[in-house]
Structures are given as C-alpha cells and as structure tokens.
C-alpha cells in the first residue's frame, strides 16, 4: 500500500500537468476530475505499477491519456458524439488580466478543441510538457513519425486558426 | 528543431491549477482505496485436518460413519455372554447312540494297535541306501 504521503506528493508534483493534459483532452472539467481521480484511484491499488518507473510525469500521462480515451469512447457511444464533444469548451488556461491575452488564450483554446483528440494530446504534449517525439510516442504508444506528423498538423491548423489574432499580439 | 515564434508564443500561456478542493477530495479517496486493498484482519489458520478433509468432506464424513456402524456392531457381538451364544437343543438319542458306537469302534481300533506293536517309539528314520537293502531282502 502506498503511504498518503507518498500519493500526496505525486499528486502535487503532477497533479497541474495532468491537470491541463486531461482538460485539453476532455474539454470538459468534471470528465478531468473523474479521469485525474481514477488515476490516484488505480496508484493506490496498484502501488507497484510504480516499481521500476524512470519518468512519473511521463508514466502518469500515459496512464491518464489512456483513461481519458476510454472515457471518451465511452461517452461517445453513450450519449454523445464527437462534434458535441469538441463544443465543450473548458480552457486549460489561466486567466489573463490584459483582455488581448485573454482574447488570444479562449481563441487557443477553442482552436484547440477543433483539433481532433488524437492531434491535441500530442500538441499539448509538444508544446505544454516539452517532450521530445519520442517522448511522445512512448507515452501514447506511436511512433515517433506518426506523433511528429500528428503535431505538424495539429500546429498547422492552430496557425490557420489563430493567424490573425496572433499577428494583432504580436 | 528550433520552436518558431508562433509555437513560442502558444509556450507561453500558462495552464491552469486544479481546483484547490480537489486535492483533498482526490487523496481521501485514493487513501480509501489503498485501506480497502489491504484486508481487514488476517483469517486464521485451518486446522491440519480440515485441510486434509477439504476435497471431499462428505465423504470423508461417511465412511467415518460407516466405520462407527461396524464398531459399534462389533462390541454388541462382544458383549453378548458367551452362555448365550452356545445353548444348543439336547442331543437327540440316534446321536448319542451312534456317538457312543464310533467311541466303541475307535476304542478297538487303538486296542488292535496296540497290541500289534508294542513298541509305539517311532524309529528314527535310516538312510535311504538301507532302506533299499531291506525293500530287496523283503
């Protein structure tokens, strides 16, 4: 059994990361609560899914970007399909105070949630936990190529996407 | 591969925190989960025979009552007085005449023994080659 301290100190160690990872998959807060949840759930029945572990942050994304697919398929066939899910609209991000910034940070996340969910988890993986692609593709069980050709165009359509409004910030 | 500016720029926005409540709500029932995997009491051990008896205990259970059954008949045989056992209806006057007639013949029979040989020692048996001597002499 893991000690409450020992999951205390996980969880605050990863618990943004995963945070906005689960966000920017679900797009919905409560499904990020209910997956960030089910992972602490799954480490303290299975304290030894930690043994041997080299990178938690990465082995904890795994975890969670598995949860989440499974809670996205679920809710999929469920009660709703993917475009609804798309529309839900919860930001990963913080709240600006200059309105411009604020302005850019919901069109971002809008943008984003147009991606498909596939193409933003290796975005969010990319550009908000610095992973390399092959740090990626460990973590999502790809290919290197496949997660650098899913980031090319997951970035290609933020671009798109976010174009104007970036070159007003700039 | 070098970010460009535009990735750069999307680098830059800051991701929420969690809700603070969620910390505590989440460790409570991470805490919860890690109590129930651990079992409650330790059961204790099974005694060496019901262990030996668990495949079958019935069983086992019936040919115990079987060998108890048979014990139990057993003793009552035992125990009955062996007076009772031996009573037998008086012998019937052909009987004991005709008992008394082989104990007449038998005593007869001894009698001419007895007196055709009265040397009753048996003789110690001789060796074979003088035994041939005398089946020829005969």
Redesign the interface.
Known sequence: ??S?LE??RL??DH???L??FL?NLTRNEADT?DV??EV??K???Q?ERLNGVRDERAFLLRLAHNAAIDRLRRAVTREKNYEELAAESA????RAHDPDEQG??LA?AAALGELPADQRAVVHLK??EGLTFEGIAETLGLSPNTAASRYRYG?DK??AR?RPL?DEI? | MKPD???Q???R??????PEE??R???E???A???A??PAFNPPCEPWWREWLWPSPRAWAGLAAAWVILLALNTARLATPPGVASVSPPPSREMIMALSEQRRELAELLGDAQERSPAAKPAPPRPRSERQSQKTSV
């Open positions: 059994m893991p409450s999951l205390a969880y605050d618990a943004q990361a945070f906005g966000l609560r960030l949840q602490f759930l480490l303290a029945r304290p930001s990963a991000f913080a850019f940070r971002l550009l908000w970035l933020l671009r976010l970036y700039k | 500016e535009f990735e720029q999307l680098q926005q800051p991701l929420r925190s969690p969620w910390r709500e989440i460790l029932a991470a805490n989960a890690a109590r995997q651990t």
